[in-house]
């Protein structure tokens, strides 16, 4: 398939339960949201010391310490900001405001810099790329480039709600609503027939 990322060629931050990736640099959001694992109750941004590591692979930590506690927290609120903005991708209902906050705080602190290189490319980087949240700033511009470039409609969160894992949807027309069929989508259209009114 076109496109396809290889799972023995993918970057150490991806986890290893990624089925759909995203494209690069897409495939760094969507690993940033799948730091939390529903499935396995685990999150690599809870405890700082792997919260470091793992961002530090990402290449959205350069700062020469560990994050504090409240980095973490605002890093985490950036992360369900994100998954509310893929709910609704997913076809879920528009994030509530108050699931943004953090995001448009982040954003709104930020100072992205624009730089022309010396061939006439233009480009938006965040400066200095040590600044704590320099690294949830890429995640916006990845965000960003990605709305422009039509493939952030296909980067969804899953319909499950025990689940919720960032998937990327290559299927025609758009319409997949579950991170797997077998697993996420059946569990719920079974629950659903049993829900249903005799
Ligand atoms: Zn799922």
Redesign the pocket.
């Known amino acids: 398939m076109p496109g396809k990322v290889d799972a023995m060629t993918m970057p150490s931050w991806v986890s290893g339960d990624e089925s759909k990736p995203a494209p690069m640099p897409l495939l760094l959001v969507q690993s940033f949201v799948n730091t939390w694992d529903g499935d396995h109750n685990s999150d690599l941004l809870l405890d700082p010391a792997s919260a470091r590591d793992w961002l530090t692979r990402a290449g959205l930590w350069s700062v020469d310490r560990t994050p504090d506690p409240a980095e973490l927290h605002r890093a985490r609120a950036v992360r369900e900001g994100i998954r509310a903005i893929l709910m609704a991708n997913g076809g879920g209902p528009a994030p509530a405001p108050a699931a943004t906050e953090t995001l448009r705080a982040v954003a709104q602190a930020g100072r992205p810099a624009l730089k022309v290189d010396p061939g006439g490319q233009v480009s938006v980087t965040v400066e200095p790329a040590d600044e704590p949240d320099a690294g949830l700033l890429a995640l916006l511009l990845v965000i960003r480039d990605a709305q422009r470039d039509g493939t952030w409609q296909r980067l969804k969160a899953?319909g499950?709600p025990d689940?919720r894992?960032a998937f990327y949807d290559r299927s025609h027309g758009q319409v997949g609503a579950?991170?797997?069929m077998a697993?996420?989508g059946n569990r719920i259209k079974n629950r659903r027939l049993r829900q249903r009114p005799r």
């Open positions: 899953c499950n689940c894992w579950w991170c797997d697993t996420c």
